[in-house]
Structures are given as C-alpha cells and as structure tokens.
C-alpha cells in the first residue's frame, strides 16, 4: 500500500504526541522497543485496604448526626483524615504493558472483483489513524475521515487531504464497518470512532469540527478556575443575601437515622468559597435514594461530591469512578446530580443547574431508565438527544435540566452544546479519553465546564501518557504540562522499570511513581467486585472441554500439515500469515462448516494463486463429504455446538423460567447460533454490531422483561457489550474466546449484577486439545495478573508470538482429556479431586481458592494456581449431580467448576 504523503505526517501533527525517549539513549528504535517491555507499574493496593471500605469506622462518617458545636471539631480534624485517606484512597493504578499487547488488526480483504454489490452505497466515518506496525503500543496520529463507496474507499485527514485510497475491496467487509472496530486499510490501522451523517459530510463540519476542536486544546489549554460556585450561586447583593438566608435549613434532616451528609466545608474551603458568608447548611442525600443505596455506593457519593466540590484538592473539581463494572457508578452520579441540583453548602443554594451526560450510543436509553428508576419521572426532567429530539429543544426549554447525549452526537452537535451553560459534565466508559489526539477528548475539552467526572468501568492504567491524558482532563493542569510530566514522572518511572536502570534509577522511578499515585488518587476511586458480592446470589463458573468432532480433527490435521502452517513454524512467515492460520484453526472449533465458507470463498478470490490462504487451504475441501452444504450443517460436527444443544435443552426443560445469554465473537457464528435456536424452536433475541442504537435498549429491555418469550440472547461481546445490563438471563454460555480476558470478562458481568434474582451459571466452552485451550492458558498463565490490566480497548487480535509459541500454538493434542489440567501439576486423575464431590453440589461447599478466594471474586483473570483450586472432574466421572454437566458429559472430557456464594440466600 502507497504510503501517505500528508502534510500533517511529513510536517508533524500538532496533535500527535511527542515520542517518548528515555534518557541516555541514542537509538529511538530500541528504546521504543525496550519502553514497550518494561513492566510498568504504577501502583497497586490490595482491594482490603482501600479506605471506602473501611470508613464505617471514619469518624467523620459517625459524626454526621453530631450537634453543629461538634461540626466544628470535625473540620478540625479533617486534615489528620485528609492524611490517612490521601493515601488509602488512592486508586489501583496499575501500568503493565504485558497484558495490552496487540498488533496491527486484519487488512479488510480485497474483492476478486466478482461481487455484484452496489457501487452507489456511500458510508462516513470518523476514524482515528496510524501507519500500519506491529509494535504493541501504536500511538494514533491523528483523526480522519473514511469514506466507503461500494468496493472502495478513501481516507481523508482533517484538512481533506487524502491520505489513505483503495479499491477493489470485498463489498461485505467494508459494509460491516462499525463504531469501535479496528482494522488496517490501505496500509494504514484505523479505529472507527463513529458515524458521519451524509449532512456533515458535504457541509464539511465533520472536518471542521476537529480542527478547531484540536486547536482550542492543544493551543489553549484550559485551566481550571476554581470556583465551584461561580455559576449558579451569584448572589453577591445584600438583598440577595437576605433571600438566601431564609433558605439555610437543610432540604433533609441530617439527624434521622442512615442520613448520608456530605462533609461541610472547612475554613479554606469557606473563605474561598463563600465570600458573602452564607450560613452553612448541612448536604443531606434525599432519603429516598439513600434507602437504595449501598454502603460502597454511600462513599462513591461522598467520594464524587467532594471532589467536584473542591474540597479534597485545592480548588480542583475533577474525579475518576474506576469501580468495577455492576458496581452501579450511574446511581452514585444520579445521586449526586439530584443533590447538586437541589441543594449546597452556602445558604442552601444549589450547587448545579444544568448536568452533560456523554456516554456510548448504545447506553443513552439505560441512563434514562436508570434516572427513573430511581428518582421517578417527576423529580429531575432529563433530556435524550437522538435524531428526533435534537439539542436545540433542550436549549429551548427550562424544564430538562440532564442533557444525554452518545459520544458521536456530541461531536455533531458541538457548536450548540458549547453554547450551553453545563455545570458538570460526565463521560461514561470514559476510558476512551485516554487519547488526547482524538476528536471526541479535544472537543470535550473545549467545554469550559469545571466540575469532570469520568465513569470506567476498566482500571486506569496501561500507559503514562494516557494515564495523564484521563487525568489532565478532569483536573486540567494538575500535573503541569505534558512535557513537564515526562521529565518528573514518565522518564523516571520508565526507566526505573528497565532491567538495566541502576538503584539509583530504581528508587527514583518507585518514588516519583508513588509521588503520582499520592496525587491522582486523591480524586481516583476504584472498588472491586467484592463490594457487592454479598448482594448477589450464587455464582457457578464452569470451563467445559469440548471433545472435537471427527470432522474437525481430521480437518484440524489437515491445516496443521499445510504448507502455511510449515513456514510459518520455520519463521519464514510472511507479516501475518501466522494471523490467517490462527484465525482458520478458531473457525474450525466453531463449527467446520465456517472453514468451509471461508475456502469457498477465497477460492473465488482472484488473489488466490499468489495468496498465503492458498497454501492453508489447498485440498482442505477434499476433506468434506462431496455435497457438504455449509447451510446445512450437523450440530454433530462440533463438539462445541453439540454440547451447547444438549446444554440447552436441559437448561430450558429444568429451568423453564430461567434465560441464556450466549456470546460471541463472530457474526457468522451468532448465525450459526442463531439457527440451533431456529431448529429448536428457541425463541432469540440478537445484539450485535449491526443493530442500530436505537434499537439496543429496547433488545434489553425487552429480553429482561418477564414477559418475554425469548429464551435466548444472541449478543456478540466486542459490538457493545459494554455496560448493558442483561439480568433477565442467568445462564451464560461464551461460545468462543478471546485473546483479550476483558472481553470474556465484560461479557460474564453482564448477567451476575445488581437486579439478578437467581443463581448464575457461566458455561465457557472450549475444544479440548487446541487452540482454543491455548489461548486460554495465555489468558490465564500470567502469574502478574493480579495488576488486572484488563483494557478492552487493546483488541488483542494481534499479538506477537515467538516461533517457540506459534509451535505450540499449532499443536493438536489429540490424547489428553485436558492439555490445561496436564499443566498445573495437579496430583489428581480427574476421577474424582481430593476433596471433592460433585454429590455435595450445589450445597454449601468451602470454596477450595481458601485465601486465594477473594481475589478470584474480583473481575480479574483468573491465573493457573487459581484454576487449580477448582473443583475439577474429566467427563467419566461417576458422580456427577449437577444435572447441567450430566447432561452434556457425553461430549465433554473434563471440567472445571468454581461457586462464589454459594450460601448466600437467593
Ligand atoms: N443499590 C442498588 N440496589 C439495587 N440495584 C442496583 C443498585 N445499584 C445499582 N443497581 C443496579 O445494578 C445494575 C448495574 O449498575 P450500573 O449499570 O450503574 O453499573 P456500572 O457500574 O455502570 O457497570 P458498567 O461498568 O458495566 O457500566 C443496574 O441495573 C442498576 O440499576
Ligand atoms: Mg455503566
């Protein structure tokens, strides 16, 4: 592919980031290199020691209900707690770039030229770009614009230059482009960052929008002016003065048993704060949501009200709520906004007026319901912007006063919403701000709103850079300049992290790095799983090992021996052909009938004779019966797919209220899925990349509801998963994995959450003796994971292998009932674990993880000491009484089996 000639590449793009080099290097190239390797962490505290936790005891918590002669004590001592919680609270801040590595994703194929598509479908995207690498950590260099017409495409910087074309493109891969997809073009990797109407192509804002969006962040950096009050409390005549002072009682009693008060201000705070000397009044929670609320959710609000408060660093009103996903961070925000709305420290006066809420499409509905399910429909007027109720009725009316908005239509209606007095600003799955360079961070940026709050559900972590992007954002020049942050704390960090760096360096880095975590955490909250563990029923995880069908091995043999596989073992690989065979052996334990589709396929391609796919697929086809129909494919030809039948078939006769999330990665094989279903007679319901926005709430919804017929939920995990709430099911089945254990991660959360009434079970199915079982033990032989740098963002896709790796990788073990359990030493035969049996299920059992159990709770990947607390069983076990596993142990050659809660009452 041509390389581009842009000017913002060849000059320097003022958006890009300067490249980091360590110091005392001379080659850039291998400090780049020796960068990527270091094992950066940040920080990292033990869940147990986290403050929120404890603050029951926090003798300012004890004191909410005390006399006002008592308040007084209580600011004084204020700084002594302001000691303890400065380095309590601090977040789990950890950078380990082990578990983001990810390489350039897919080129988008190119068409034999014989699809008859049409020509005239034109599509526009806002992407953001880089040149096509493999190093793991790619820094994007700048925000483009894709245009898809038919078979080809063009890619277009933001002054509309051309930097990117190509044509002759396969018709259905650039038709499936969506948000939040990466792929290489043209030589170049781009992450799709959303849709571009036709409208804001052809005027021209889809350019012009980035441009002065970047210019005002990058030119003007804004700087927090430190009042939080300044935008609503005005009041700075005496008759104003007056009027206040009628209003100074707190909106609820601060006295009445669980009342939740906010900390009063201290003197600095005052004198700062509340220069017409208001008297102060008691911040109390409306009772009707402290009802609902739990303990973690109590100091989630304290925590978020005295950050956009000011009151925990001088003046700065910014903060990052990292807990956890289904820790209900959109109540603790619904929460403070109500308080803010209605209520204030000086004389009562509110707080806020008007409140940004920016999230990912797919979540704009859930926050509406969210909002009403908690305060009603009359307390709090919110406005949604879609295509039928655009930003301008909001400007027009004094009723809303919660704007939601997706993260793409910001972007589109921008001009509007700066004009917009918003008093707080929330970005949901904020993580994606981690990018300073994009369009979406440099345009919320440019809102001169103070009062910051991002909502992630991953840790903030992975790299320096983006870690100071997050953190600049909500607190804006709290850390000083970017370059000023490189010399203090990246360089120091970075190379104590290096194998060569010297004591010296060592302790510079560990001090500088605790310095920083001291700092940001004082406005980072992160809670874990536990929290809410107790709130929720029984958990019962299994890994099942699938036995492959006769088909599949014979295949699987067959691709092993190919001529692709041979030179890719002797490192004579081509850039990523090791990708294509890795990708060929997934589809295999899918479903054989996959492969066949894809060699059907590329047999047509006219690129076929010089295509490494050639030498991967050569005779494959002679290895399926003569009239194989990939329409009509037997269940029998999977072992996967077979044991997923009978799975559920017993679910749906034992447990006829109950319903099964299934997920994975693939549309083609959701297709698959989705006609078992049809065979079946299985109601089904399906979330994927093509459902439209406006569609997906009402998917959930209607798939929770328990008037539902559908038995089933079709999701694909990468295509918005994130944050939905799929509680209506209790089973959930991952059909397939991921490189990425996020991914599995976030698609398991979706069902065992907060509103789940009966126990889970998770089914993860994996084909015994392949790659499916190799990507698991990667997933989970990281030993460090307990860093939990989980990032869904790193798509993983792409991971650079050793040809050591690849070997093994591309080994079938066609003789163990568990290539998995053969590598964790474990004394046991699989007949039947010390310890274990099964007959006690799903009775109380001491989970065998003993001090290892908690962190297992946590949504972290699981590691390979872990799994072998597991109950464990090959499928001949004779005393199997779980009536799911008895059912599919035909096909299955060993499980394992954790349960987390098992005594709580459901
Ligand atoms: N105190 C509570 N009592 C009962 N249900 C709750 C409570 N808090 C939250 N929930 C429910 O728990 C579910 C998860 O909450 P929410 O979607 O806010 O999680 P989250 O922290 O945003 O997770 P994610 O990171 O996955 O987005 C929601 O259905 C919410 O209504
Ligand atoms: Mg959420």
């Not at 980091?20 to 147990?48: C, M, Q, T, Y």
């Not at 301008?392 to 007095?421: A, C, G």
């Not at 709290?478 to 704390?489: A, D, E, T, V």
């Not at 894809?598 to 697929?617: H, I, M």
């Amino acid at each position: 592919m041509r390389r581009s000639a842009a000017p913002s590449q060849l000059q320097g793009n003022p958006l890009k980031k300067p490249r980091f080099i360590p110091p005392a290097r001379s080659d850039p190239g291998l400090n780049e290199e020796k960068k990527l390797n270091s094992d950066v962490k940040l920080f990292e505290v033990p869940a147990n020691k986290n403050a929120f936790l404890q603050s029951q005891n926090d003798p300012r918590i004890c004191s909410f209900n005390l006399p006002p002669e008592e308040s007084a004590r209580e600011i004084n001592r204020e700084d002594n707690y302001r000691e303890k919680y400065h380095l309590e609270a601090s977040a789990k801040t950890t950078l380990d770039p082990h578990h983001t590595a990810h390489s350039a994703p897919k080129e988008v194929m190119v068409s034999n030229g014989q699809e008859e598509e049409p020509d005239s479908l034109v599509k526009y995207f806002s992407v953001v770009w880089c040149k096509a690498s493999k190093k793991k950590h790619k820094k994007w260099e700048g925000d483009a614009v894709l245009i898809v017409k038919g078979k080809s495409f063009a890619l277009k910087d933001l002054e509309g230059k051309d930097i990117g074309r190509g044509i002759g493109y396969k018709f259905k891969e650039l038709e499936k482009i969506e948000e939040g997809q990466t792929m290489m073009i043209g030589g170049k990797e781009i992450e799709v960052m959303g849709v571009i109407s036709p409208d804001d192509f052809s005027s021209g804002r889809c350019f012009q929008l980035g441009l002065s969006g970047a210019l005002n962040s990058s030119q003007t950096p804004k700087k927090c002016t430190s009042n939080p009050f300044k935008s609503v409390c005005k009041l700075s005549s005496k008759e104003n003065r007056q009027n206040g002072f009628q209003n100074c009682k707190p909106r609820h009693d601060p006295y009445a048993p669980n009342s939740l008060v906010m900390l009063r201000p201290d003197n600095n705070h005052q004198w700062m704060f509340n220069k017409n000397h208001f008297p102060i009044v008691d911040v109390v929670i409306d009772p009707h949501l402290v009802y609902h609320l739990r303990p973690h959710q109590r100091e989630g609000i304290i925590f978020l009200y005295e950050c956009v408060m000011g009151m925990r660093v001088n003046g700065r009103c910014g903060a990052i709520l990292a807990d956890e996903m289904g820790l209900g961070k959109t109540l603790q925000c619904i929460s403070l906004i109500w308080t803010l709305q209605c209520q204030g420290p000086y004389g009562g006066k509110p707080v806020i007026k008007k409140t940004l809420i920016v999230t990912p499409g797919s979540l704009v509905n859930n926050w509406r319901k969210e909002f009403q399910k908690w305060l009603g429909s009359e307390r709090i007027k919110i406005f949604t912007v879609d295509p039928d109720h655009k930003v301008e009725e909001f400007t027009k009316s004094p009723l809303y006063s919660v704007l939601i908005i997706s993260y793409e239509m910001l972007l589109r209606s921008l001009d509007q919403i700066k004009n917009i007095k918003f008093d707080l600003l929330i970005c949901d799955e904020g993580h994606r701000l981690k990018n300073s360079a994009i369009k979406t961070t440099t345009a919320l940026f440019s809102l001169p709103c103070e009062k910051r709050i991002i909502l992630t559900g991953t840790p903030v972590q992975n790299d320096l850079q983006e870690f100071f992007s997050l953190i600049d954002f909500v607190n804006p020049g709290i850390l000083g300049s970017l370059s000023c942050y490189r010399k203090i704390y990246e360089e120091p960090i970075i190379t104590s992290r290096q194998p060569s760096a010297s004591q010296e360096e060592k302790e510079l880095g560990e001090r500088r790095a605790c310095e920083l975590t001291c700092l940001t955490g004082l406005f980072i909250l992160r809670r874990t799983q536990e929290v809410i563990n107790k709130y929720l029923p029984p958990k019962i995880e299994n890994v099942v090992f699938c036995r492959p069908g006769a088909l599949q091995i014979e295949l699987y043999r067959k691709l092993l021996n190919s001529q692709a596989v041979r030179f890719c073992l002797q490192g004579l690989m081509e850039n990523s052909s090791h990708l294509i065979c890795i990708g060929a052996l997934k589809k295999l334990c899918n479903h054989p009938c996959l492969l066949f589709s894809s060699v059907k396929e590329k047999e047509c391609s006219s690129a076929w004779d010089e295509n490494e796919e050639r030498r991967l697929y050569e005779d494959l086809l002679k290895v399926f019966p003569p009239d194989y129909n990939p329409l009509m494919f037997a269940e029998e030809e999977s072992g996967k797919l077979q044991v997923l039948s009978k799975l559920l078939a017993v679910i749906h006769e034992l447990r006829p209220a109950e319903k099964v999330v299934l997920v994975s990665n693939y549309t083609q094989t959701l297709n698959i899925l989705q006609e078992v279903c049809r065979r079946h007679g299985y109601g089904c319901t399906r979330l994927d990349g093509q459902t439209p926005i406006s569609q997906r709430q009402q998917i959930v919804d209607g798939f929770n509801s328990k008037y539902s017929s559908d038995f089933i939920f079709l999701l694909s995990s990468k295509a918005g998963g994130v944050g939905l709430n799929l509680i209506g099911g209790s089973h959930l089945i991952l059909y397939d994995i991921d490189w990425n254990p996020a991914t599995d991660i976030q698609a398991m959360s979706r069902v065992w959450r907060d509103g789940q009434k009966h126990p889970v079970h998770i089914y993860r199915l994996l084909t015994t003796g392949t790659i499916e079982e190799k990507i698991y033990q990667r997933q989970i032989s990281k030993q460090d994971l307990s860093g939990a740098v989980v990032d869904l963002t790193k798509t993983s896709d792409h991971i650079q292998f050793s040809v050591e790796e690849l070997k093994n990788l591309f080994t079938l073990h066609e003789n163990s009932h568990c290539v998995t359990h053969d590598l964790l030493d474990c004394e046991c035969t699989g007949e039947n674990h010390p310890g274990d049996s099964l007959e006690k299920f799903p009775l109380s059992r001491t989970c065998q993880l003993g001090p290892h159990q908690q962190k297992s709770n946590s949504l972290k990947p699981l590691s390979m000491s872990q799994l072998k607390q597991w109950k464990h069983f090959s499928g001949d076990h004779l005393n199997l009484s779980d009536p799911f596993l008895e059912r599919i142990r035909g096909n299955v050659s060993f499980f394992f089996q954790n349960i987390t809660n098992q005594t709580t009452a459901t």
